[in-house]
């Protein structure tokens, strides 16, 4: 299967219910690995693209580390070194 033939796809199942599961993980090998990774890509630009979620909600949600936007740490320029 083509990134465009899953997002198709995944387009059409979420128009018909915009809480369809995500692919389920296989990895079985590192190609089955590979082809979930794609499946997961064109998963979440369907639900882009149908407006299901913004893409600050997908950073958040596809992030590896939550973070609170009240303790998130801030970069800090100091002229010295700018």
Known sequence: MTFAE?????TAQLRADPAAPRPPLVTDTVEHLHEWKMLQRAY???????????????????????VDPATAHRVVRYPQYV
Do not use: C, H, K, Y
């Open 44 to 66: 979440d630009q369907a639900q882009l693209d149908l407006g299901i979620l913004t893409p600050s909600e997908m950073q958040r949600i596809n992030s590896a580390v939550q």
């Open 6 to 10: 899953a997002l198709a796809l995944f």
